[in-house]
């Protein structure tokens, strides 16, 4: 019997690749793109957004977060009204779509969607949607043949475009209902 020598295929690539790894690995080192740095912030980079909602039909509410251009937010603010909330049950109309409280009561709801997209020279241009609820007492419905009093609810929706700039100064908007909306931008 003689004895011979065999290699397995895996043993002769990983050789070969050992040998002429070093060689590839300095060409593909000049191949590389130079790398750029500059000290100007993105445009698209995060801007602190302080908004805040005066109504004296949905109360007053803020809050500040902090998003990029192009990107929405949304604001939800629940209160109690005066007066406190307003009992309902699941067979009044529109029940599902009412801001319930953990007692099933309507309480009022504000909310806005901010959807802000900021220019070359730091100017926002801004869509706002906001919406709000409240109960205004109670009504009374014919529901399956049954009289129920159910929150009498008082709704309110617009939709707002402007501009801004991002400077930290302050835009005030004021509704068709007489809310008044204040937004300030700083990068």
């Known amino acids: 019997m003689s004895s011979s020598f065999k290699l397995s295929a895996v043993s002769v690539v990983a050789s070969l690749a ?3 790894a070093p060689g590839m690995l300095v060409t593909m080192a000049h191949a590389a793109t130079p790398i750029t740095v500059t ?12 908004v805040r909602v005066t109504s004296k039909q949905f109360g007053n509410s803020q809050e500040t977060r902090t998003i990029r251009s192009g990107e929405s937010d949304d604001f ?15 067979a009044c109309p529109n029940y599902a779509s009412l801001p319930i409280d953990t007692n099933g009561a309507m ?3 504000t ?14 241009s ?6 709000a609820q409240t109960p205004h007492g109670v009504k009374s419905v014919t529901s399956g043949g049954k009289t129920l009093q159910c929150p009498n609810d008082v709704t309110v929706s617009q939709i707002l475009r402007f501009t801004m700039p991002v400077n930290g100064s302050t835009k ?3 509704l068709n209902d007489g809310t008044e909306v204040a937004v300030s931008a700083k990068r």
């Open 18 to 20: 050992c040998a002429l």
């Open 172 to 174: 005030t908007l004021t």
């Open 76 to 90: 939800t603010w629940k209160t109690v009204p005066p007066g406190g909330p307003v009992a309902a049950t699941d």
């Open 111 to 124: 909310q806005i969607r901010f959807a802000p997209v900021v220019a070359t020279d730091g100017t926002a």
């Open 126 to 131: 801004v869509q706002l949607s906001f919406q």
């Open 107 to 109: 309480i009022r709801q």
């Open 39 to 50: 000290s100007q912030s993105a445009l698209d980079g995060p801007i602190r957004y302080t």
